[in-house]
């Protein structure tokens, strides 16, 4: 079956650092995503990797390893208004998207 | 980016009575527009694909029936609940892909769909 994987929650101090992982399992692969949500709002579009390595946008970067199915949102400096929910999304084989359940981001000051 | 718009916000509907939600793309022409409906602390729940001109692909276990997706246009796609019920109560949120170099979906802002 097809499956992603991120834990379900994680706690970090404001202007440090944080590392959320993801690992997929599909059929096929046509790219990976990181959405960000808060609450009560829809998905933002954060980061889509589709070969392997490392893109960085700002404080935002998103890393991706084909072989291992493992795929990781790096966050630094972190704000308050990153708190947040990170959903990992893999494109499969037909293009559509799997989603994780997300991993809610709790930042502290 | 791409604009994704999506109305209305909120809508609080009897029970037993019927709902439209509009989503549109405001700057690109969307081939495909995906539904999704999240449950709170959950993740989004893929309800149907739906392909400009053609009918909507629904997922497994999601009524057609009762909830019908139009994608008339390149830059418009309803969904309508039916005879909503409250446990039809849910944040419906709409995405569009299509936009000429860009892989990803834009999201709508999403509709609190309340039937009481």
């Known amino acids: 079956g097809q499956n992603i994987d991120q834990p379900t929650e994680m706690t970090a101090t404001e202007g440090a650092i944080v590392q959320i992982n993801c690992t997929y399992q599909?059929?096929?692969?046509?790219?990976l995503f990181w959405y960000q949500q808060h609450a009560g709002e829809a998905p933002t579009f954060l980061s889509y990797n589709v070969l392997d390595g490392l893109e960085e946008k700002g404080r935002f970067s998103s890393f991706l390893s084909r072989s291992k199915g493992y795929s990781y949102l790096l966050l630094k400096e972190l704000q308050m208004k990153d708190s947040a929910s990170y959903l990992c999304?893999?494109?499969?084989?037909?293009?559509?998207?799997?989603w994780g359940a997300g991993t809610k981001l709790i930042i502290k000051p | 980016g791409a604009v994704v718009s999506q109305h209305p916000s909120r809508v609080i509907c009897k029970s037993g009575t019927s709902v439209k939600i509009e989503c549109r793309s405001l700057d690109f022409q969307a081939t495909t527009m995906f539904w999704y409906r999240q449950f709170p602390k959950k993740s989004l729940m893929l309800m149907a694909t739906?392909?400009?001109?053609?009918?909507?692909?629904?997922e497994q276990g999601v009524e057609k029936d009762k909830f019908l997706i139009n994608h008339a246009s390149l830059t418009l796609s309803t969904l309508t609940v039916t005879s909503a019920h409250p446990e039809d109560s849910s944040f419906y949120i709409c995405?569009?892909?299509?936009?000429?170099?860009?892989?990803?979906?834009?999201f709508g802002q999403g509709t609190r769909l309340t039937v009481v």
């Open positions: 599909t059929s096929g692969f046509n790219g």
């Open positions: 999304a893999a494109l499969d084989s037909n293009y559509q998207l799997i």
């Open positions: 995405s569009a892909s299509g936009l000429e170099g860009h892989t990803e979906a834009f």
């Open positions: 739906s392909n400009e001109g053609s009918k909507a692909t629904y």
